[in-house]
């Protein structure tokens, strides 16, 4: 099993790191898994990962700037230092392309979305950074998306998956590289394709929260 050399069916774990543009020594990252079809070979996975940074690209805000992107096998890498058939690196300075007059939420304001399959329980996906002050509203002491705002963040979330070519990664009969959901450890034991994502709410969350831990 390696980036290098897929085989069906074997699941890997991708990473897009970010770092706010005012501020670089604020980093964060987001985690996928996605999961080896037929004809999968080293070349498709270096071409979901570029599609990947461009779709993060796409809707996150100015002040975010995406600056690396790493896919792993699923299952760690127990060789020291690290087997690098194991592992795939993509640096490139992609600046998040969402603007507006409105300030920039702190980062403790996130966008959630959740990973929607077709049996079981949907998966969950945090992005900070992408929201502004026009794009929420305080009800009893809790955020939420202003009047028609999240209609507005779902057609951006959208177009930024079909504007990148991610789109071919969810629930496609086609695709060599399907975005998934899998737990197991060491090795995957449930694994489920992404049908689509869908943009659900805003939440608090703190910034050491686990979703964004820094791993590059």
Not at 108 to 135: H, M, P, Q, W
């Amino acid at each position: 099993m390696s980036v290098s050399n897929p085989v069906p069916g074997e699941v890997f774990t991708a990473r897009v790191f970010k770092r706010a543009t005012l501020a670089p020594g604020t980093t964060w990252s987001n985690s996928y898994e996605v999961v080896a079809q037929d004809g999968a070979s080293s070349v498709s996975i270096q071409e979901f990962l570029a599609r990947l940074m461009t779709f993060e690209s796409l809707f996150h805000s100015v002040d975010a700037t995406i600056y690396r992107a790493t896919i792993s096998t699923y299952v760690p890498d127990t060789t020291t230092p690290y087997n690098p058939d194991n592992l795939y690196v993509l640096d490139a300075i992609l600046q998040g392309a969402y603007a507006s007059e409105s300030n920039l939420l702190p980062f403790e304001i996130s966008l959630f979305v959740r990973r929607l399959v077709n049996g079981g329980r949907t998966g969950k996906l945090f992005y900070r950074a992408c929201l502004f002050e026009e794009d929420i509203v305080a009800v009893a002491g809790k955020v939420q998306f202003a009047p028609g705002r999240q209609t507005a963040t779902q057609t951006r979330f959208q177009n930024a998956i079909t504007n990148s070519g991610l789109q071919q990664h969810l629930g496609s009969e086609g695709a060599v590289l399907r975005l998934c959901m899998a737990r197991g450890s060491p090795q995957p034991s449930n694994v489920r394709t992404i049908a689509s994502l869908a943009v659900d709410s805003v939440r608090f969350l703190q910034t050491d929260f686990r979703f964004y831990n820094r791993q590059d």
